[in-house]
């Protein structure tokens, strides 16, 4: 069969977050697998079906197929399955280049799931609710031992809202979404994993599904571009963290946060720059004399073996805010700082707010 190179390539690229590396012991899972109607991949977590017409079926090696594709300027890719000294082979002709890889009987994909057919349970979501995620992504995890909570999003079900936390192992992310009808069986974690794909490739009328031990996301039924199906396991949790009670905790501070100052940003670089590695400032929220009288600021202080940094940063709206002193780390909140609308500093950490409905917490420094 004759494809054109971009078809196959954006096809591939869009399966290829799901292929597992060549090492893996499970044979199969790096694999990129035609059904005839379908191209999937799957690694034992995350499974990621588009709509691909082939005359033929079989599996080849993911890393393989892709590097061939993106180091060419072909226009066209051939395609032949065929049988080759004994052995059943996959030609890609594309342009003066042929090569030949080997092809796996279809039947030993691992990948067999079927998006639910329950049109009651499933739920359209639009871009909105999928930038919320974004937002909550803030605080994903990413380390290889990492908790059941530090490995995803949280989506806890309320009566006609959805809560959704994320953390590491110092910051939490939480975000409401109201209006939303029942999409989850009460609790449950969505893999880092699924939420990065879910943000890089899907909009409006995304179609969503949870199960009792997976998730799954389509494209919209009268979507103009690939129709991608994906599948990842839900994560298991057995000693759930309580984030409605942690972020409880904050509701007074949060009601007294002032508004970000425009020119705290530059000034949390200026402190970068002059704390050694993994440091903390001092943030205090305090009142100076000037000349058009008492003044509320936000100090950064630091006395290291790199010198004295002594920094103010004026404050609007901050008369309510309560005077205090903590050691933060400046590179998570300058990470952070970015579309947040307003500051609050407690004594366990600094809560930065915004847009409407999402909170971001990060612990203070001892």
């Known amino acids: 069969m004759r494809v054109t190179r971009s078809l196959l390539l954006a096809v591939t690229e869009l399966a290829s977050p799901a292929l597992g590396t060549t090492k ?60 080759e000294r ?66 995803g999003v949280t989506i806890i079900q309320g009566k006609s809202h959805v809560d959704a936390y994320a953390t590491d192992e110092v910051t939490v992310s939480w975000v409401r979404l109201d209006n939303c009808a029942v999409m989850v069986p009460g609790r449950v974690i969505w893999p880092r ?27 919209a039924k009268d979507s103009d571009g690939y129709n991608v199906t994906v599948y990842a396991r839900l994560i298991e949790d057995n000693t759930p963290s309580d984030f409605a009670a942690f972020v409880g905790r904050y509701k007074d501070a949060v009601a007294v946060a002032f508004k970000i100052p425009g ?5 949390l670089l200026r402190a970068e720059a002059m704390l050694p590695e993994k440091a903390s400032v001092e943030l205090e929220v305090t009142e100076v004399t000037g000349d058009d009288g008492d003044v509320r600021v936000l100090r950064l202080y630091s006395d290291t073996a790199t010198g004295v940094f002594d920094d103010m940063v004026e404050l609007d709206g901050a008369a309510g805010h309560a005077e205090l002193r903590v050691l933060a780390d400046v590179k998570l909140i ?32 001892r």
């Not at 030949?100 to 909105?128: A, G, N, Y």
């Not at 943000?199 to 409006?204: A, K, P, S």
């Not at 300058?334 to 612990?363: D, Q, W, Y």
Request: aromatic fraction near 8%; charged fraction near 25%.
């Open 86 to 151: 004994r052995r059943e082979v996959l030609s890609v002709e594309i342009g003066s280049v042929v090569v030949t890889l080997p092809l796996r009987p279809v039947t030993e994909s691992l990948f067999h799931e079927q998006f639910p057919d329950d049109i009651q349970r499933e739920c359209l979501v639009d871009k909105p609710f999928i930038d919320k995620i974004k937002l909550v992504m803030l605080s994903c995890g990413n380390k290889k031992l990492a908790s059941p909570a530090e490995r």
């Open 263 to 267: 020119d705290l940003s530059k000034a």
């Open 24 to 83: 893996n012991l499970v044979p199969g899972l790096s694999h990129f697998w035609f059904d005839g109607d379908t191209l999937t991949a799957f690694n034992d977590i995350l499974g990621i079906r588009v709509a691909f017409l082939s005359d033929f079926t079989g599996g080849v090696e993911g890393e393989r197929l892709l590097g061939i594709l993106k180091n060419s300027t072909a226009k066209n890719v051939t395609l032949e399955a065929r049988t």
């Open 193 to 219: 994993d699924f939420c990065d794909y879910l943000i890089r490739h899907f909009g409006d009328g995304t179609r969503v599904f949870v199960t009792e031990d997976a998730v799954w996301c389509q494209t």
């Open 334 to 365: 300058r990470r952070a700082l970015s579309g947040r609308t307003s500051l609050a500093i407690t004594v366990g950490c600094v809560v930065l707010t915004g847009p409407e409905g999402f909170f971001h917490f990060i612990a203070n420094q």
